[in-house]
T-cell receptor
Framework: EADIYQTPRYLVIGTGKKITLECSQTMGHDKMYWYQQDPGMELHLIHYSYGVNSTEKGDLSSESTVSRIRTEHFPLTLESARPSHTSQYLC?????????????FGSGTRLTVV | GENVEQHPSTLSVQEGDSAVIKCTYSDSASNYFPWYKQELGKGPQLIIDIRSNVGEKKDQRIAVTLNKTAKHFSLHITETQPEDSAVYFCAAIGDNNNDMRFGAGTRLTVKP
């Protein structure tokens, strides 16, 4: 079954730790996205990719980085986590060129930095 | 760029009543308008969408209307049920956009 997977679902870590949030999709989608969702619900685009070796920063400034070495994999890394990074992180994907089809979202990673 | 505004931010209705969520967009080139439902602990899921060549689309208890002249579109849920309780997002995109623009979300609560 085609889908998009995020791991871990929940993560509690200490300040200063390096973490990587994983996102994988089995649909062969070229475009992938990372959103940060604040407690007020709003979705903020932090990174996106059009395909392998393509990464772009989104609207919301983020101290995280991403990589796209394989089509199906789009991990997000925080080199040194801080309490301000506490949030819900959502990964999504879509077909390149198919602008009029919706995004497919993962279930999210809820990150808490203590 | 595109800017999508969504109202209201919270909505509480009695079971069986109707719920309406409204969105406006700024870019007249936008021509695809999806709606997402996000349940607690899950990611947003596409529930219905509409393209600019139609004015209304229905899927059982859910309908979406689009007014391109006024640049607004709405989600209508009839005969609401407690399981409709969730956060709903509208979005807009056109073929000249790089990415989809989302509204700020509406938290719908259906009281039994």
């Amino acid at each position: 079954e085609a889908d998009i997977y995020q791991t871990p679902r929940y993560l509690v870590i200490g300040t200063g730790k390096k973490i990587t949030l994983e996102c994988s999709q089995t649909m062969g989608h070229d475009k992938m996205y990372w959103y940060q969702q604040d407690p007020g619900m709003e979705l903020h685009l932090i990174h996106y990719s059009y395909g392998v070796n393509s990464t772009e920063k989104g609207d919301l400034s983020s101290e995280s980085t991403v990589s796209r070495i394989r089509t199906e994999h789009f991990p997000l890394t925080l080199e040194s986590a801080r309490p301000s990074h506490t949030s819900q992180y959502l990964c999504a994907s879509s077909e390149l060129g198919a602008w009029d089809y919706g995004y497919t979202f993962g279930s999210g990673t809820r990150l808490t930095v203590v | 760029g595109e800017n999508v505004e969504q109202h209201p931010s919270t909505l509480s209705v009695q079971e069986g009543d109707s719920a309406v969520i409204k969105c406006t967009y700024s870019d007249s080139a936008s021509n695809y308008f999806p709606w997402y439902k996000q349940e607690l602990g899950k990611g947003p899921q596409l529930i219905i969408d509409i393209r600019s060549n139609v004015g209304e689309k229905k899927d059982q208890r859910i309908a979406v209307t689009l007014n391109k002249t006024a640049k607004h579109f709405s989600l209508h849920i009839t005969e609401t049920q407690p399981e409709d309780s969730a956060v709903y997002f509208c979005a807009a995109i056109g073929d000249n956009n790089n990415d989809m623009r989302f509204g700020a979300g509406t938290r719908l609560t259906v009281k039994p």
